[in-house]
């Protein structure tokens, strides 16, 4: 029996979250020859992640370099892309998500009329720079490929309405859900020495992500300004921010933060190590796409630092509100978590609308029944 060749690509730590269960899915079928290839758009957190789902890449492109720009990413990205689907010509290709390394895979990928399937496919706020540059990037993979893996029935619907045929399109729920729960499920100290010095059992513990392009600057005072009122008013109180090391967040940050009581600025962690802190936190508050899925999984309620979302049923399901980046409603919409157990429980308790961890076997059942 001939197998079907299947190269997957990704090049960000979320990317290879999301995408481990289905690389090793594809890999313990004996249908597909799957291989694959990272651009390390990401490098050091990147590898991190392929130590702990234990990933080899076949092609290694390493395009990463200081301070690049979106173009240079993609002229980067798409002109490795071409001589590996040159070499290992394969029949499909996969890509996930939305960041620069999908839309150049599948570019490249069309390029040479290859089959493109995308994971995690469907999301959509419809304003082309919320997020920047996700936003167009998912939408325009959305054009290029063959097979849609919507991890909702709402980001499927979104298909449909883009005209995209309903037989290539499979609700899978979150590969990342998949992820989630084997790695939560495993023994662990934390690799962070700053994490493992802070006492988690002091208080309630507020997770604090705040990253994306669009609230570089003035919507991130505000968000510190609303942290820093929170610790102020609530006793016991902790704040832990794993905090990336872009000099436009860190310049921005510690004025406001840093050596302030019960706020903790650790570095950017691993996934092991966030995972863990994600279980024992008591709330997320964050601008992060992912964390809308993950914390709800394990039952954490989460203020999103955002106006739009493009998981909507986040926010119909109740476990997700938008608190956009006004301190003052950050600080309102946190203290009612913290001091209304009722409110609280509504939203930990609020079923996840991203899936019950099984996405990944789900995309690799369908592409046997599509290619054989």
């Known amino acids: 029996m001939e197998q079907i060749r299947v190269l997957t690509v990704f090049g960000t730590r979320p990317e290879a979250i999301k995408m481990a269960p289905v690389v090793r899915a594809l890999e313990a079928s004996e ?22 789902f234990e990933l080899a890449p076949d092609y290694d492109l390493n395009i990463m370099r200081p301070g690049q720009s979106l173009s240079r990413i993609m002229i980067r990205a798409l002109a490795g892309l071409e001589k590996v689907l040159a070499d290992f010509q394969p029949r ?33 706020t419809g304003d082309k720079y919320q997020p920047f540059p996700e936003e ?8 290029l490929a063959d097979h849609h893996f919507a991890p909702t029935t709402a980001a499927a619907a979104n298909l449909q309405a883009e005209n995209i045929p309903e037989d290539r399109i499979l609700v899978t729920g979150n590969t990342v859900i998949d992820a989630l729960l084997e790695v939560v499920n495993r023994e662990h100290e934390f ?32 968000i ?23 000099p436009h967040l860190q310049a921005t940050v510690r004025p406001y933060l840093e050596g302030q009581p019960r706020i903790h ?34 039952d954490k309620p989460v203020l999103l630092l955002r106006e739009k979302t493009e ?62």
């Open 31 to 52: 249908h597909f020859d799957s291989r694959l290839v990272v651009t390390a758009q990401h490098r050091e957190m990147l590898d991190q992640v392929l130590e702990i």
């Open 92 to 124: 499909l290709l996969l890509v996930h998500g939305d960041t620069s390394t999908t839309l150049a895979g599948s570019l490249a990928a069309y390029f040479q009329n290859l089959d493109i399937g995308h994971v995690e496919a469907g999301l959509r």
């Open 136 to 143: 167009m990037n998912r939408h325009l993979t959305g054009v």
């Open 191 to 222: 690799n962070c020495t700053r994490l493992g010095e802070i006492d988690l059992e002091q208080g309630p513990i507020i997770l604090l992500t705040a990253h994306r392009r669009e609230n570089w600057g003035p919507p991130l005072e505000e």
């Open 224 to 246: 510190c300004q609303g942290v820093r009122q929170l610790v102020e008013k609530v006793p016991q109180l902790q704040v832990i921010y794993p905090l990336h090391a872009n």
């Open 265 to 298: 600025l650790v570095p950017a962690l691993n996934y092991l190590d966030f995972s863990h802190l994600l279980a024992r936190s008591t709330l997320v508050v964050t601008d992060s796409g992912g964390l809308q899925e993950e914390a709800p999984a394990l």
């Open 311 to 372: 998981r909507p049923e986040a926010l119909q399901a109740g476990t997700v509100r938008l608190v956009g980046t006004d301190a003052r409603q950050i600080y309102e919409e946190t203290l009612r978590l913290l001091e209304d157990q009722n409110h609280y429980q509504s939203m930990a308790r609020a079923p996840n609308p991203f899936g019950d961890g099984r996405a990944a076997a789900r995309i690799c059942k369908y592409l046997e029944s599509f290619y054989l």
